[in-house]
T-cell receptor, first 112, second 115 residues
Framework: GNSVTQMEGPVTLSEEAFLTINCTYTATGYPSLFWYVQYPGEGLQLLLKATKADDKGSNKGFEATYRKETTSFHLEKGSVQVSDSAVYFCALSAHSNYQLIWGAGTKLIIKP | GAGVSQSPSNKVTEKGKDVELRCDPI?????LYWYRQSLGQGLEFLIY????????KSGLPSDRFSAERTGGSVSTLTIQRTQQEDSAVYLC?????????????FGDGTRLSIL
């Protein structure tokens, strides 16, 4: 079946550090891929998405590229801020149905 | 407001009681989803509506769980004879249509605690 695996947290970085959160997936066909973010005390928000191979999603300085050959959708940011502290979820949506399949989430802690 | 609205935001109830959770999607969104977020289980899909019909109920964990949607808008998730393992945050999301390319927009959730 379809599944998403993302790196376990928490990930702790200093401000202005480079961030990578790994995400790999298993799916039949060509799913759509998403990163959602959950800030402390808030609901889930879409961060970025990519719907086909080699697409790059980007938002708020974050980027992720849909890599079909490695079945990956790693999240990157060149210089993180304290305000980026949150839990990040990688998810996929297969074209055969519409539910989101979620990774376990990665808690990111940015220290000033 | 313009977002997905859920009520109540918090619900505490005794084991064995029934609860109803409400979701008001973004106006015009035909697709509506319920998920559950719990410690140790992460985010789990429960049910998907397209309009008033539910083509995918595969995630409902038991027959104590049911959901309906009326008028293509508001949805209610009902849990009968609640158990402690039902404690979780129940999330509702909506999207413009049943297309897997479209992102889902989430409400803030209902935090359900079963004593």
């Amino acid at each position: 079946g379809n599944s998403v695996t993302q790196m376990e947290g928490p990930v702790t970085l200093s401000e202005e550090a480079f961030l990578t959160i790994n995400c790999t997936y298993t799916a039949t066909g060509y799913p759509s891929l998403f990163w959602y973010v959950q800030y402390p005390g808030e609901g889930l928000q879409l961060l970025l998405k990519a719907t086909k191979a080699d697409d790059k999603g980007s938002n708020k300085g974050f980027e992720a590229t849909y890599r079909k050959e490695t079945t990956s959708f790693h999240l990157e940011k060149g210089s993180v801020q304290v305000s980026d502290s949150a839990v990040y979820f990688c998810a996929l949506s297969a074209h055969s149905n519409y539910q989101l399949i979620w990774g376990a989430g990665t808690k990111l802690i940015i220290k000033p | 407001g313009a977002g997905v609205s859920q009520s109540p935001s918090n619900k505490v109830t005794e084991k064995g009681k029934d609860v109803e959770l409400r979701c008001d999607p973004i106006s015009g969104h035909t697709a509506l989803y319920w998920y559950r977020q719990s410690l140790g289980q992460g985010l789990e899909f429960l049910i998907y509506f397209q309009g008033n019909s539910a083509p995918d109920k595969s995630g409902l964990p038991s027959d104590r769980f049911s959901a309906e949607r009326t008028g293509g808008s508001v949805s209610t998730l009902t849990i009968q004879r609640t158990q402690q393992e039902d404690s979780a945050v129940y999330l509702c999301a909506s999207s413009p249509g049943g297309d897997s390319n479209q992102p889902q927009h989430f409400g803030d959730g209902t935090r359900l605690s079963i004593l």
